[in-house]
């Protein structure tokens, strides 16, 4: 810019802020970490893993940013809605919210216990209700705000012994269009973005076999990384994307084309 003159949008944008549900390990923890590298302060929502919370905290504050680890079951309707309290109270705002907070129970469905279908549905769907109803609270003040849901490649594609999973993740694209249209004209995007097979803990847990007859499926032939969905989710979450709502991302590839 001539004569060292600023720009006055840059220069006034408030810092952003982001919670990232199950943000203590694998997708939530590279999503914490990418958009930390962007310059938001990120909170770091855990259930059980506090430890690996403050570590992911604690690499974010090493790098000069600023984060927060919260606890708490966005399962649970009283906890979400303090989870948000918490965040605004600590930061003065939010302006993003990314569900990511997931578990699996795994089994055929002829064997699938009433306990474990519902606990996959409560966090892994309800928990999202849970947090983008607290969420657009604040975010509808600010007339600004960036939802991006997690949710599954499983949701198109069916999986064997994922029954309750792969419904759940389908509610969740279900939920991201209403949400869209619900809050589009305060200003808030609700997009989603739908992983496949990706390295983590949890698909480190699957059989071999299971793993290499995902991977056969699979046009570019391998797993993905963690940072490829947090690279997607950044994206959905930035000034760049305001003009898309209501999209689900495939980042899998190629798996469900």
């Not at 949400?179 to 200003?187: Q, W």
């Not at 056969?216 to 959905?236: K, N, S």
Request: glycine share 12%; proline share 2%; charged share 20%.
């Amino acid at each position: 810019m001539e004569g060292g003159e600023r720009d006055v949008t840059e220069a006034s944008q408030p810092e952003r802020v982001a919670l990232v549900t199950g943000g203590s390990r694998g997708i939530g923890r590279a999503v914490c970490l990418a958009l930390a590298a962007r310059g938001v302060a990120v909170a770091v929502n855990y259930v059980h893993g506090e430890e690996a919370a403050r570590g992911v905290v604690h690499r974010i504050e090493e790098a000069g940013g600023r984060a927060l680890a919260v606890g708490g079951d966005v399962a649970d309707a009283s906890r979400a809605d303090r989870l948000i309290q918490d965040v605004v109270q600590a930061f003065g705002r939010l302006d993003i919210l990314v569900n990511n907070a997931g578990i699996t129970r795994d089994t055929l469905l002829l064997r699938m216990k009433e306990d474990d279908w519902d606990a996959v549905m409560n966090t892994n769907l309800k928990g999202a209700f849970h947090c983008i109803r607290a969420a657009v609270r604040p975010m509808m003040k600010q007339r600004y705000g960036r939802i991006v849901n997690i949710t599954s490649v499983v949701a198109l594609l069916g999986n064997p012994g994922q029954a309750n999973y792969a419904a759940a993740k389908a509610g969740l694209i279900g939920l991201t269009k209403t949400a869209a249209r619900e809050f589009a004209s305060r200003g808030i995007t609700v997009n989603a973005v739908a992983p496949g097979l990706i390295d983590t803990d949890m698909t480190a847990a699957m059989a071999e076999e299971a793993v290499r007859a995902l991977q056969a499926q699979i046009p570019l032939g391998r797993a993905g990384r963690p940072e490829d969905v947090a690279e997607a989710v950044c994206f959905l979450a930035s000034e760049a994307a305001g003009y898309i709502t209501g999209h689900v991302l495939h980042v899998d590839g190629g798996m469900a084309m």
